[in-house]
């Protein structure tokens, strides 16, 4: 499973930062000014239905950037758009133990971090971050159903298989369990003791580009981190979590949660960027040339004058390094 975190920017009244997991995709929201309205009218992620992702910049009128904004998430990422930078730093999430709750929101299932004085806060710092360092305040969840894969993100134009492995994570599996708690919307449960680092690679791998929420109203003041190693779940606990029901009661026709994600946007030209480093083996079986050298140019739209300045604006404006290749 692929993970990917979102962090909102600083310029607008809502800062926070999402973890794709494939299997699970995580939205940790780091730091709430206001609150989105998201709960003003019964959406759904069902496109079938009038309320689905479509419809969402209909329903509300703070709700319109989910249909008319240009930095909409989730998005395709190309492999062949990235561009290397070797500033970006590591995510540090700090080791602390949280007390939260699962709760069903109807949409998805939510864990709220609970900070009081006895349990400390959680911050995330480090890559695209920097400076700045943001608290941690709930994780938003979103998986799939049946066979579909599990990530928003797309890669290559492809969505990420499941990540079906022989033991689930073991804090995702705490988790797990308490979906047993709340099988409707409106239902929550204690989850104490979280450890919410554990659930995060120990490598250091990742793109991040700006974009926005995948919920309404789709505020594009997220910044999205997403991870090149997946969090492991047996088909036995995925099935739990795709019992979760989107009604207060139970229906003759159950209406699950699962599928809960959004479709793709248009990226419109948005820059994406890495501190994935392609590195050349010498005893690689499949390719044993060096990979040319690629230019990265720091406006991706060509302009006369750079067609007729190509050289100059190379040395000016460009980074050189070995093209990134099939990172995924």
């Keep these: 499973m692929m993970r990917s975190w979102t962090l909102t920017r600083r310029t607008h009244t809502n800062l926070r930062t999402l973890f ?6 995580f939205i940790l929201i780091a730091l709430s000014i206001a609150r989105v309205s998201g709960d003003d009218y019964p959406w759904t992620y069902d496109n079938d239905l009038f309320g689905g992702p479509d419809f969402w910049g209909l329903l509300d009128k703070k ?4 249909s008319k904004g240009k930095m909409q998430s989730p998005i395709n990422i190309d492999p062949a758009s990235l561009l290397y930078d070797p500033n970006l730093s590591a995510i540090h999430v700090d080791k602390s133990i949280v007390a939260s709750e699962l709760i069903n929101t109807g949409q998805m299932p939510r864990v709220r971090i609970i900070n009081t ?15 700045y360092r943001y608290r941690m305040q709930r994780m938003d969840i979103h998986y ?28 995702l599996l705490k988790m797990t369990i308490a979906t047993s708690s709340i099988p409707f919307k409106r239902k929550r449960v204690e989850l104490m003791e979280l450890r919410p680092w554990k659930m995060l690679p120990h490598k250091a791998d990742y793109v991040t580009y700006e ?38 009661t139970q229906e003759a026709e159950p209406r699950y949660i699962a ?54 604006h190379r040395r000016r404006h460009s980074i050189k390094h070995h093209s990134v290749g099939d990172l995924f």
């Excluded at 709700?63 to 989910?66: D, E, G, L, V, Y």
């Excluded at 929420?213 to 606990?237: A, L, Q, R, Y």
């Excluded at 960027?273 to 990979?291: A, G, P, S, V």
């Design 211 to 248: 974009g926005s929420m995948t919920s309404p109203g789709c505020h594009e003041t997220v910044t999205w981190v997403i991870v090149n190693h997946p969090i492991f779940i047996t088909k036995e606990d995925l099935e739990s979590w795709a019992a979760l029901q989107q009604t207060i």
């Design 63 to 66: 709700w319109q950037m989910c």
């Design 20 to 25: 794709d997991l494939s299997i699970l995709s």
């Design 117 to 131: 004085i006895r349990w400390p806060s959680i911050n995330i710092s480090g890559g695209p971050l920097n400076p």
């Design 144 to 171: 799939p159903r049946g066979t579909l894969s599990g990530s928003e993100h797309s890669i290559d134009s492809k969505k990420f298989p499941m990540e079906i492995g022989k033991k689930t994570n073991e804090e």
């Design 259 to 312: 599928p809960n994600f959004r479709t793709l946007q248009d990226p419109h030209g948005r820059i994406i960027r890495t501190n994935i480093r392609h590195r050349f083996k010498e005893n690689d079986t499949e390719c044993k040339k060096r990979l040319n050298d690629t230019w990265y140019r720091s406006n991706p739209n060509r302009t006369e004058a750079y067609t007729r300045s190509k050289a100059i």
